[in-house]
């Protein structure tokens, strides 16, 4: 496997269910973040982790809780969504800096009923 | 207020036109500016602009900077149906190390 790799691709949770979003890089960057897109809306930054430590996050809800076991792996978990928190949920990788852009899965497309 | 904004939001065209897609932006501490094109799901990264006035190409597509302006645009001659996809405009934002600010995307469909 090559690139960033996302799963599940599709997920469907009724509003009480718990689950969790993963991610992993092949590429040896150091750091890892969690992007969220909504139709016509720009990508919205959730959050930043660099050598497995969160260095950003914006204002998420808590009902979105991130972990970094290690700088190859990211999970996105999920718990009393809200249908308004359907969207497809990007993961994306870069080395060092985003200033050079990143790298990014194919993204797990969430619907919460 | 760190900003990007892109122009059009759509575009239909013919197979072989050439289209002109356009992303002005305000950010404090200028480092880079990013395009990318979204098919289905994963962005995939087209060009990255540092510097006014210097050209990057690769086959058909073309990007240029005027960081005296703030404006990038992105070129596609003779586009193909495969180019039809959203075109994303990105510049990191100034106070931070590794966020990016996108714009919300053109999107450009090349009907056959």
């Known amino acids: 496997e090559t690139g960033v790799t996302q799963t599940p691709r599709h997920l469907v949770m009724g509003m009480t269910n718990k689950k969790s979003l993963k991610c992993e890089q092949h590429?040896?960057?150091?750091?890892m973040y969690w992007y969220k897109q909504s139709a016509k809306k720009p990508l919205e930054l959730m959050f930043v982790y660099s050598l497995e430590e969160r260095v950003e996050n914006n204002s998420v809800p808590s009902r979105f809780s991130p972990e970094c076991p290690n700088s190859s792996h990211l999970f996105l978990h999920l718990h009393t969504l809200q249908p308004e928190d359907s969207a497809l949920y990007l993961c994306?990788?870069?080395?060092?800096?985003?200033?050079?852009?990143?790298?990014f899965g194919s993204g797990t497309r969430l619907t919460v009923v | 207020e760190d900003k990007v904004v892109q122009s059009p939001l759509s575009l239909v065209v013919h197979e072989g036109d050439t289209v002109t897609l356009n992303c002005s932006y305000e950010v404090t501490n200028f480092r880079s500016l990013l395009w990318y094109k979204q098919e289905k799901k994963a962005p995939t990264f087209l060009f990255m602009l540092?510097?006014?006035?210097i050209e990057k190409k690769s086959g058909r597509l073309s990007s240029i900077l005027d960081k005296k302006e703030l404006f990038s645009i992105l070129n596609i001659t003779a586009t193909q149906t495969g180019d039809s996809a959203v075109y994303l405009c990105?510049?990191?934002?100034?106070?931070?190390?590794?966020?990016?600010?996108f714009g919300k995307g053109t999107s450009l469909l090349v009907t056959p």
């Open positions: 994306a990788s870069s080395q060092n800096r985003g200033d050079y852009g990143y790298t």
């Open positions: 990105a510049v990191p934002l100034g106070n931070s190390g590794y966020a990016l600010n």
């Open positions: 540092t510097s006014s006035g």
């Open positions: 590429l040896g960057h150091n750091a």
